[in-house]
């Protein structure tokens, strides 16, 4: 038997197979909310842009600019997709999953410039002493038209972006709630400028702008927040280490460390068991560990386990580490030349515990004469062995 730490990430086949599919369809899902969105935008940026300039709706045109950014996201969005759904390569190990993330930070900055553009012009409108025109009701249909299709689209594709846990498409999605909630705004101020009061399409205008940016930081945000490795919220975290503290054999979890990456959740953790278990059998505790995890929670897909003999949190590291087998062996031997029986043993398995060595010796029960013997025997070896350095424990069994 042999007790030491191990480390590994648990790969199976099938799951990277299932995983394969679930990208493609994924993908599939993206890109079709995405053309269909692209679509409505076009319709909408003309419609807009064409009718703000002829009503001489200055809430319109910017409208009609929000619009467009949405048509340059959803390129973003198109092409990210194709990317970040890319399989696992030896230079991205962890796949491409950051394509996406990236794409969603630029879309949101795309927001916050394109919210100051508007609200910078809509001030300099305000300020100015040249009168504001007076919009016709075909800048008010337009609106209606806007509110309609953006609420739909958003309703639409957060549906989807919820089904396969995309932030990009969930981002992208709140640009067509906000394209509505600006539309109700150019609505109200339309609205007001036709019955008398020509100031309120600008602050719209203004109240458009501020409606975007906002929108802009909190997709930013969150993004960033990604990309430096922020951790899963603390309830989610919490539920992670209780269905792992719930497998049997798992005496303590510490050092849990958990990501984001696009829709997927990346998770380390260190786990103590019994000092002496096998390999073999610390090995099957962390693929129940992987198992557990992977079916309770659906955005984890790659789990990295370290099996510890005793949490190392709290060993003290400054004192020096013991020797491994084949130094430890040179120094047994050494104690050993006088005991020509040790020359019969089997196997020896070492236990690292608390920065000392515990060691079993297997013997042969052909080696034992008498009862007295074995305990002359036993004595021996152990004696010998704790005068090398760190060697704690001796246990001889035979077999």
Request: glycine share 6%.
């Amino acid at each position: 038997m042999f007790s030491h730490d191990i480390t590994q990430t648990i790969k199976k086949d099938s799951m990277n197979d299932l995983n394969k599919v679930d990208h493609k369809s994924r993908r599939a899902a993206i890109d079709k909310v995405t053309w269909i969105g692209l679509a409505i935008n076009i319709l909408q940026t003309v419609s807009k842009l064409v009718g703000g300039i002829m009503t001489q709706s200055q809430a319109l045109i910017a409208d009609g600019i929000h619009s467009l950014s949405d048509l340059i996201t959803d390129g973003m969005v198109l092409v990210a997709s194709k990317h970040s759904h890319a399989e696992a390569d030896e230079d991205h190990p962890y796949g491409h999953g950051r394509y996406e993330t990236i794409a969603t930070v630029a879309l949101g900055i795309l927001l916050v410039i394109v919210a100051i553009g508007i609200g910078l012009d809509a001030l300099d409108r305000l300020m100015s002493d040249e009168p504001l025109p007076i919009p016709g009701p075909y800048a008010l249909a337009i609106a209606v038209f806007s509110i309609l299709s953006n609420e739909g689209m958003f309703r639409y594709a957060m549906n989807v972006a919820g089904r396969i846990k995309s932030t990009m498409l969930e981002a992208n999605a709140w640009h067509s709630r906000s394209d509505a909630l600006s539309s109700i705004v150019v609505f109200i101020g339309l609205a007001g400028t036709m019955v008398g009061l020509p100031m309120l399409d600008a602050i719209a205008a203004i109240g458009v702008a501020l409606m975007i940016a906002h929108m802009g930081w909190k997709v930013s945000r969150t993004s960033v927040r990604e990309l430096v490795d922020t951790a899963l919220d603390n309830e989610t975290v919490e539920s992670i280490r209780q269905h792992i503290n719930a497998i049997d054999d798992v005496k303590h979890v510490h050092m849990l460390r958990t990501r984001k990456m696009a829709d997927q959740a990346l998770v380390d953790v260190h786990i103590e068991v019994a000092s002496k278990l096998s390999v073999s059998e610390g090995h099957r505790i962390s693929e129940a560990v992987e198992d557990a995890l992977r079916s309770n929670f659906d955005e984890i897909n790659d789990v990295t386990v370290h099996i510890d003999a005793e949490n190392d949190e709290t060993i003290d590291r400054s004192l020096p580490m013991p020797a491994l087998r084949k130094e430890l062996m040179i120094l047994l031997k050494e104690q050993w030349q006088q005991l020509p029986i040790t020359e019969q043993i089997d196997n020896i398995t070492l236990h690292y515990i608390e920065n000392g060595i515990e060691i079993d010796v297997f013997l042969p029960l052909s080696v034992l004469k008498t009862l007295d013997n074995a305990k002359k025997i036993q004595n021996d070896i152990r004696q010998a062995s704790l005068q090398v350095h760190n060697i704690q424990r001796v246990d001889i069994f035979f077999h």
